[in-house]
């Protein structure tokens, strides 16, 4: 059975630092990754989606790399802004059907003024 | 393009009341699902339908039932309400193809007295 893990939880941040979002899954049997923002009361908002035959994708300040031998993703976000405050979810497609999909729990994200 | 949209967006029940959610799609995608997220407890998937005419049990299924008499409709009931149901609602849906990104509506709350 698929697990995916981010670590840590919660995350706080001065205005302008660069940081790194980890996401752990236990099959690297996947088809994809997909990274999701979440405000806070609202649903889920796609940031980047990474097929398993890639190991990045960007989107301006956003970086997503995927490491599929080692069970790994990372969101790296440069130069993080008060707006980019809000929890970060990793889902991963996986198993004999390509409708399986797998969340970790996220991590709360804070960037301080 | 409307994208995944639920209706109702908020909804109080008296315990043993019914409703149902309906979860509408216009981009032709073959699978949608219904998720529940607590706090603490992140995503956990309740039904699933991999095509019109389909329906299977996720992981917390019971005191739900769900229909997907049209690609593009995938409804989730609650026969009789209970507190324990008292949640937030989303509806996802994504194509068959193993690339497919997988899109959100914006929730529903729902509060079981």
């Known amino acids: 059975k698929q697990e995916v893990t981010q670590i840590p939880a919660a995350l706080s941040v001065p205005e302008g630092e660069n940081l790194v979002l980890n996401c752990s899954f236990t099959d690297s049997a996947i088809y994809n990754l997909q990274w999701f923002r979440q405000d806070p009361g609202k649903g889920l908002t796609s940031l980047l989606l990474?097929?398993?035959?890639?190991r990045e994708q960007t989107s301006g300040r956003l970086n997503a790399s995927l490491d599929k031998s080692s069970g790994r993703s990372t969101l790296y976000i440069a130069a993080s802004q008060p707006g980019d405050s809000a929890t970060y979810l990793c889902?991963?497609?996986?198993?004999?059907?390509?409708?399986?999909?797998?969340f970790g729990k996220g991590t709360k994200l804070s960037v301080i003024p | 393009n409307a994208g995944v949209t639920q209706t109702p967006k908020f909804r109080v029940l008296k315990t043993g009341q019914s409703m149902t959610l309906l979860c509408a799609q216009d981009m032709n995608h073959e699978y949608m699902y219904w998720y529940r997220q607590d706090p603490g407890m992140g995503l956990r998937l309740i039904h699933y339908s991999v095509g019109e005419g389909t329906t299977a049990k996720g992981e917390v299924p019971d005191g739900y039932n769900v229909s997907r008499l049209k690609k593009q409709n995938f409804l989730l009931g609650l026969e009789s309400a209970a507190p324990s149901q008292t949640s937030v609602y989303f509806c996802a849906s994504k194509d068959l193809a193993r690339a497919g990104e997988l899109f959100f509506g914006e929730g529903s709350r729902l509060t079981v007295l």
């Open positions: 990474i097929q398993s035959s890639q």
């Open positions: 889902a991963v497609v996986s198993g004999a059907g390509s409708y399986q999909l797998t």
